[in-house]
């Protein structure tokens, strides 16, 4: 069965630092891989995904991820943090040989400070 | 478009009583998955169901259930309440035809077990 790893559980940056998420995923198979992010009261939205192709994903926002597949690892960069990027981001995979759910990390929440 | 509606957005519960929670789905979509939030715990994958089957299960005691209706609104019930099933539980849906298709959540119902 897959498994997410996300490492940082709080950060905080100040505005203008840049950003990036660490998430491994555990999983022999090809995978599927997305980034959610849930503003404060505000429902799950999907940040960025890949499937195959192009190992660095652009998202919304001006968030990317790189998959790296020799380190298992997907993680999610941002140049330059805005307030409004505070929220808590998570990284999830699915299985793309069939029918399998998409498994979540616990998640990282993010704290940008003026 | 709708997005994905869940009904009720609160509820409080008793310990040993029964709760379901609704949920409709964007119009098209014909998967539905459920997902437990908790704080430090990220998302636990409950269930999914598609063409109002279950499709996959999650690591959850009998307690939790759940069915889709041929309308592919779904219910997810769970009885004799625990402390421990406070959460908030979250319902999303999804083009479960295309595998990698993207979830798309509600804004979730927030159980509070007393």
């Known amino acids: 069965a897959q498994s997410v790893s996300q490492h940082n559980h709080h950060v905080i940056l100040s505005e203008a630092a840049s950003l990036e998420l660490g998430c491994n995923y555990s999983y022999g198979g090809t995978v599927n891989l997305f980034w959610y992010v849930q503003y404060p009261g505000q429902h799950l939205q999907l940040l960025l995904k890949y499937f195959s192709g192009d190992p660095l994903v652009k998202g919304i926002k001006g968030f990317e991820a790189e998959f790296i597949k020799s380190k298992f690892s997907f993680n999610l960069r941002k140049p330059s943090v805005q307030w409004s990027d505070t929220a808590e981001y998570f990284c999830?995979?699915?299985?793309?040989?069939?029918?399998?759910?998409?498994?979540f990390g616990k998640g990282t929440r993010l704290s940008v400070i003026a | 478009k709708a997005g994905v509606t869940q009904t009720p957005r609160y509820l409080i519960k008793t310990r040993g009583q029964q709760v379901t929670l609704s949920c409709s789905p964007i119009s098209g979509h014909r998967s539905v998955s459920w997902y437990q939030q908790t704080p430090g715990q990220g998302l636990q994958f409950l269930f999914e169901y598609f063409s109002e089957t279950q499709r996959n299960k999650g690591n959850f005691p009998g307690r939790f259930s759940g069915r889709q209706f041929s309308n592919s609104r779904s219910e997810m019930n769970v009885s004799t309440l625990e402390l421990g099933d406070s959460a908030l539980y979250l319902c999303?849906?999804?083009?479960?035809?295309?595998?990698?298709?993207?979830?798309?959540f509600g804004n979730g119902t927030r159980l509070t077990v007393t």
């Open positions: 999830a995979v699915s299985s793309n040989s069939g029918n399998t759910p998409l498994v």
């Open positions: 999303a849906s999804s083009y479960r035809e295309v595998y990698n298709s993207p979830l798309h």
